[in-house]
């Protein structure tokens, strides 16, 4: 990273008209100037934004949606125009937005090619040179040579991505198209964004994945409201960002506001020195904010799962837990049958739905638990959360042996969500913390010569 600038945004501010009937827009063209009467109101997408990214840097924008990220985006590419104030970009940009891949639907893949190759400023001479490049990391086959509007959404994604990244752009903007491809193009992606950056190039991400973003950048801005209101180390913004995310409605403009008043621009503050934190970041704590939105129950064959919830082992009920400690995963079930061969299960899951591991009272065909119709058990599943900072779901279910051999008598699809805290000067990437212990030796010469 150099302290060379390559993109300065000030003052930044963008609004949309909106009108509540589509007529009023016309209604508003054909009204006098005298006319008092305004069709429209606006409704501020992004709101006095200042942001500066130095060259070769990766810089993550987050937040919910609507925050404003599409839009801030889009106005420093020069998609949008913007209300007020400014954007320089120094250096040949190629962008990759959510919405449409900058094709003309009625031109063949290939031509296409050469149309965004010339918008990023290559030469006929240029894109020729790359096109076969461009047509082998999209991977859509003969449909390089059918017009665009037969393609899938993936495939417009892999092919307007190919072009972005093999134009050798010095500032490349990605806005989450990468989670519309598969995973093993979606994996060919990073690898190449990561080869951009390793030749100095500046990467602006908008990114909902947070190991991605702590992966892959260097910085982070939290937009909220169309409000940038932090900025610093992925880690950090990531971990209020969730806070205040995940916070009860009520909470968050208190929390919003001690965002503001902190001073943002101090990196890594104590935890427990900030306003912020009621609790210090390194105890393990329980956010009520952090509720599944998801939970499916399945069908109920004579019992039920209840109160199922992740616990200290020494007993304190929370769902912040802390990488590589011991927690006890909690669910009661009351039986309103009775059950033979009862086995109770849980799997973690990320987000993606990813099954991560999991665990069962007993092996396929081997439980002796029997339990009567009014009877209640607890399930206590020990476990050490041996996983990378982020998100995650929790499963239950309880089966028993009947007629038909063994089925659900009660199962609960994301039951319970936990985050992982961040934590600083990790060194185990991925999802799951193996415990990898590295180490380096320097080899002599004699050594290193066999
Ligand atoms: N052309 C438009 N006209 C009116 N409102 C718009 C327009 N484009 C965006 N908005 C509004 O601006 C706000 C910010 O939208 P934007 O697409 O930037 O959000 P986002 O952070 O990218 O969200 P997501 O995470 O869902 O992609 C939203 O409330 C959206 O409805
Ligand atoms: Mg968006």
Same mark, same amino acid.
């Given at each position: 990273?150099?302290?060379?600038?390559?993109?300065?945004?000030?003052?930044?501010?963008?609004?949309?008209?909106?009108?509540?009937?589509?007529?009023h827009?016309?209604?508003?063209?054909?009204?006098?100037?005298?006319?008092?009467?305004?069709?429209?109101?606006?409704?501020?997408?992004?709101?006095?934004?200042?942001?500066?990214?130095?060259k070769g840097?990766?810089?993550?924008?987050?937040?919910?949606?609507?925050?404003g990220?599409?839009?801030l985006?889009?106005?420093?590419?020069?998609?949008l125009a913007?209300?007020?104030?400014?954007?320089?970009?120094?250096?040949r940009i190629a962008?990759?937005?959510?919405?449409g891949?900058?094709?003309?639907?009625?031109?063949?893949g290939?031509?296409?090619v050469?149309?965004?190759?010339?918008?990023l400023?290559?030469?006929?001479e240029?894109?020729?040179?790359?096109?076969?490049?461009?047509?082998? =990391?999209?991977?859509?086959?003969?449909?390089?040579e059918?017009?665009v509007?037969s393609?899938?959404?993936?495939?417009?994604?892999? *092919?307007?991505f190919?072009?972005?990244?093999?134009?050798?752009?010095d500032?490349?903007?990605v806005?989450?198209?990468?989670?519309?491809?598969?995973?093993?193009?979606?994996?060919?992606?990073f690898?190449?964004?990561?080869?951009?950056?390793?030749?100095g190039a500046t990467?602006?991400?908008?990114?909902?994945?947070?190991?991605?973003?702590?992966?892959?950048c260097?910085?982070?801005v939290? +937009?909220?409201?169309?409000? +940038?209101?932090?900025?610093?180390s992925?880690?950090?913004v990531?971990s209020?960002?969730?806070?205040l995310?995940?916070a009860?409605?009520?909470?968050?403009?208190?929390i919003? #506001?001690q965002l503001r008043?902190?001073?943002?621009?101090?990196?890594?503050?104590?935890?427990?020195g900030?306003?912020?934190d009621?609790?210090?970041?390194?105890?393990?704590y329980f956010?009520?904010?952090l509720?599944?939105?998801?939970?499916?129950?399945?069908?109920q064959?004579?019992?039920?799962?209840?109160?199922p919830?992740?616990?200290?082992?020494?007993?304190?009920t929370?769902n912040?837990?802390?990488?590589?400690?011991?927690y006890v995963?909690?669910?009661?079930?009351?039986?309103?049958?009775?059950?033979?061969a009862?086995?109770?299960?849980?799997?973690i899951?990320?987000?993606?739905?990813?099954e991560?591991?999991?665990?069962?009272?007993?092996?396929?065909?081997?439980?002796n638990?029997?339990?009567?119709?009014?009877?209640?058990?607890?399930?206590r599943?020990? =476990?050490?959360?041996?996983?990378?900072?982020g998100i995650?779901?929790?499963?239950a279910?309880?089966?028993?042996?009947?007629?038909?051999?063994?089925t659900?008598?009660?199962r609960l699809?994301?039951?319970?969500?936990?985050?992982v805290?961040?934590?600083?000067?990790? +060194?185990?990437?991925?999802w799951?913390?193996?415990g990898?212990?590295?180490? +380096?030796?320097? *080899?002599?010469?004699?050594?290193? #010569?066999?």
């Open positions: 990273m150099s302290s060379e600038i390559a993109i300065k945004v000030e003052g930044l501010s963008k609004s949309f008209s909106m009108y509540a009937e589509p007529h827009r016309l209604m508003e063209m054909f009204a006098s100037a005298e006319s008092r009467h305004r069709w429209h109101r606006e409704f501020v997408a992004l709101r006095d934004i200042n942001l500066e990214i130095h840097e990766t810089m993550a924008i987050v937040g919910r949606n609507g925050s990220k599409s839009t985006l889009q106005v420093i590419c020069g998609t913007p209300t007020k104030g400014s954007v320089q970009v120094h250096g962008a990759l937005l959510e919405l891949s900058g094709f003309n639907p009625d031109f063949t290939r031509e296409n050469y149309l965004n190759g010339t918008v400023g290559l030469s006929r240029q894109i020729a040179a790359r096109f076969d490049d461009i047509a082998a =990391f999209a991977d859509i086959g003969e449909f390089i059918q017009p509007k393609y899938s959404s993936g495939m417009a994604v892999r *092919l307007a190919a072009v972005a990244i093999n134009t050798t752009p500032i490349l903007v806005d989450e198209a990468l989670s519309v491809g598969d995973e093993a193009f979606q994996r060919k992606c690898a190449r964004i990561e080869e951009i950056r390793s030749t990467v602006l991400f908008v990114s909902h994945s947070a190991g991605t973003v702590l992966e892959l260097d910085r982070a939290l +937009l909220d409201h169309g409000e +940038l209101l932090l900025q610093g992925p880690k950090y990531l209020r960002y969730h806070r995310a995940y009860p409605a009520e909470k968050q403009d208190e919003r #506001r008043s902190g001073d943002s621009s101090r990196e890594e503050v104590p935890a427990s900030t306003a912020i009621a609790q210090p970041t390194d105890e393990v956010d009520p904010g509720k599944p939105q998801s939970t499916v129950r399945y069908e064959r004579g019992a039920t799962i209840e109160n919830h992740i616990e200290t082992v020494d007993g304190r929370v912040v837990l802390r990488s590589g400690e011991e995963y909690v669910y009661r079930v009351s039986f309103q049958r009775a059950g033979l009862v086995r109770l299960g849980m799997m899951k990320t987000i993606s739905g990813l991560l591991g999991g665990g069962v009272t007993a092996a396929h065909g081997t439980s638990v029997v339990v009567e119709a009014g009877q209640q058990i607890e399930a599943f020990r =476990f050490k959360a041996a996983l990378m900072p995650y779901f929790m499963n279910g309880v089966s028993a042996h009947g007629e038909e051999g063994e659900y008598m009660d699809l994301d039951a319970v969500m936990f985050r805290m961040p934590e600083e000067g990790r +060194l185990a990437t991925g799951v913390d193996f990898m212990r590295p180490k +380096l030796s320097l *080899l002599e010469q004699d050594d290193a #010569r066999v």
